[in-house]
């Protein structure tokens, strides 16, 4: 397992580079929505609130690697960018659900290693921005999951079929330690299940979970190769494909 660690250097500039210029703020800032019906307007004034909501965040992020004498420059784009353009509410819920569960992973790990008695002001400043980042994503990610599950509620019901029960606020479980070992489960349900948990558990939650071997290791093998930095290729997963590839890119903040 990988043992968490403090440099306040790194850690600051990489919080810039994954918040400064991620999904919610492509979303709000670059990207046309396409509002087809009330639940793609509600996720568009979703998303606005909780760029809103960040923006203070980020300045004072900003002053952190000011007084570390980090020059800040504003990152591209971690993503295929043009792909979410022009596209519905729905689906930027969707993909900004794939993109927000990891980075809420990651930054929950790098607080982890604030704990404790701090030496220098920007160890705490950054202690600060990463408690209000987090409860700002945590916040952010009911919201949408919520509209998103009323969505399919609707469409069930109007289908005649099964709805599923909101459960509020509580998290996501089933059965058995690694509850998102199940190949019929969709990607952004199986991150879900590994919130808040380590880097080991969310690399593995992102495979396709068929432990097919083709990578030379089951899923969790795999898993704990590259959370352990023995792996370095993180293409292998051949069932998940592209969409496994990127999860793990942005576990892994490659």
Request: aromatic share 8%; charged share 30%.
């Amino acid at each position: 397992m990988t043992t968490t660690t403090r440099n306040i250097r790194q850690d600051a500039a990489a919080l810039w580079k994954s918040e400064s210029r991620d999904f919610l703020d492509y979303a709000v800032t670059v990207a046309t929505p396409l509002a087809l019906d009330e639940t793609d307007e509600k996720i568009s004034v979703a998303f606005q609130e909780a760029w809103e909501a960040e923006q203070p965040l980020i300045r004072r992020l900003y002053t952190t690697l000011a007084g570390l004498g980090i020059t800040a420059d504003r990152p591209a784009c971690g993503f295929s960018a043009p792909q979410y353009n022009f596209v519905r509410g729905v689906v930027l819920g969707q993909a900004w659900l794939r993109f927000a569960i990891p980075d809420l992973a990651r930054m929950q790990e790098m607080r982890a290693a604030y704990d404790g008695d701090l030496d220098s002001l920007e160890e705490r400043q950054l202690r600060a921005v990463l408690d209000d980042f987090i409860s700002a994503r945590q916040d952010a990610h009911k919201v949408i999951d919520k509209l998103l599950l009323s969505a399919a509620n609707a469409r069930a019901a109007a289908a005649g079929e099964a709805v599923e029960d909101d459960a509020g606020d509580a998290p996501v479980v089933a059965d058995g330690e690694y509850p998102w070992h199940n190949e019929d489960m969709e990607l952004v349900d199986r991150m879900k299940l590994a919130e808040g948990k380590g880097l080991f558990e969310n690399l593995y939650a992102a495979m396709a979970q068929t432990d097919c071997t083709a990578c030379g290791y089951d899923c969790e093998g795999y898993a704990q190769a590259i959370a352990d930095g023995e792996e370095a290729d993180l293409t292998k997963c051949a069932p998940g494909e592209q969409e496994t590839q990127e999860m793990l890119e942005r576990l892994t903040g490659k």
